[in-house]
């Protein structure tokens, strides 16, 4: 089945640093991924969906200048929270989908990486 | 706008006894329906999903999953449930009106008592 796989599954840094997540399509290749962020005991809140080799469309209400997206080739987007702040403290999923973009693709999961902002 | 409502916080069952997830939803169009299950600390997993066709999914680990248009409902089922089952699931629709994005219902979480 179709693999996503995510990098570093957790990362703890320091208030003012920036930190950079890695999401891949292992057996597939992926023109559309999506970043989602999830609170303790929430669903899944989606920050972006990331087109390889264009701008990322931002949901409303997230800060494009914080949360920077890359979708550089059709197997690799990332994610880089800078200047993370200990509100920035998350469980963040990345999700890419295994069709052409059509409504009946699946969007299949990684694993997460959670942060922590001390 | 497309929503999806999952009623229930919490399924308490016991191992072997047949296992409902419930799930309801809103859409303009047709919708797609999808459901994910989520272990502590993991990303979700796709299970199955309903695009056209027969009413009844199958999916994976044992699962299916009824689409019921007239009640606006695709509950997710079992018939015996495992310990192993225990975890978050995760209702989610799509329709091609809203740019084709996911939206998930708040999660149900399951747990299966030996």
């Known amino acids: 089945g179709a693999v996503v796989s995510q990098h570093p599954s957790w990362v703890i840094c320091k208030s003012g640093t920036s930190v950079k997540i890695e999401c891949r399509s292992l057996d597939f290749q992926a023109t559309t991924m999506f970043w989602y962020r999830q609170f303790p005991k929430q669903s899944l809140m989606l920050m972006a969906t990331?087109?390889?080799?264009?701008?990322?469309?931002?949901e409303q209400g997230v800060e494009k200048d914080k949360f920077l997206i890359n979708h550089a080739s059709l197997t690799l987007s990332t994610l880089t929270v800078t200047s993370a702040h200990p509100e920035d403290s998350s469980f963040y999923i990345c999700?890419?989908?295994?069709?052409?973009?059509?409504?009946?693709?699946?969007?299949?999961f990684g694993p997460g990486t959670r942060l922590t902002v001390l | 706008a497309q929503s999806v409502a999952q009623p229930e916080d919490q399924v308490n069952v016991a191992e072997g006894n047949p296992l409902t997830v419930k799930c309801t939803y809103s859409?303009?169009?047709?919708?797609?329906l999808f459901w994910y299950v989520q272990y502590p600390n993991r990303g979700l997993q796709f299970l199955l999903k309903y695009i056209t066709g027969d009413n009844l999914v199958k999916g994976s680990y044992g699962f299916e999953a009824e689409f019921n248009k007239s009640q606006t409902s695709f509950h997710l089922k079992k018939p015996s449930a495992l310990v192993s089952d225990s975890a978050l699931y995760f209702c989610a629709v799509r329709e091609r009106a809203a740019g084709n994005k996911l939206t998930f219902g708040g999660g149900t979480r399951v747990l299966v008592k030996p």
């Open positions: 859409v303009s169009g047709n919708p797609y």
């Open positions: 990331s087109n390889e080799g264009s701008k990322a469309t931002y």
């Open positions: 999700s890419a989908r295994d069709g052409a973009g059509s409504s009946t693709d699946t969007q299949y």
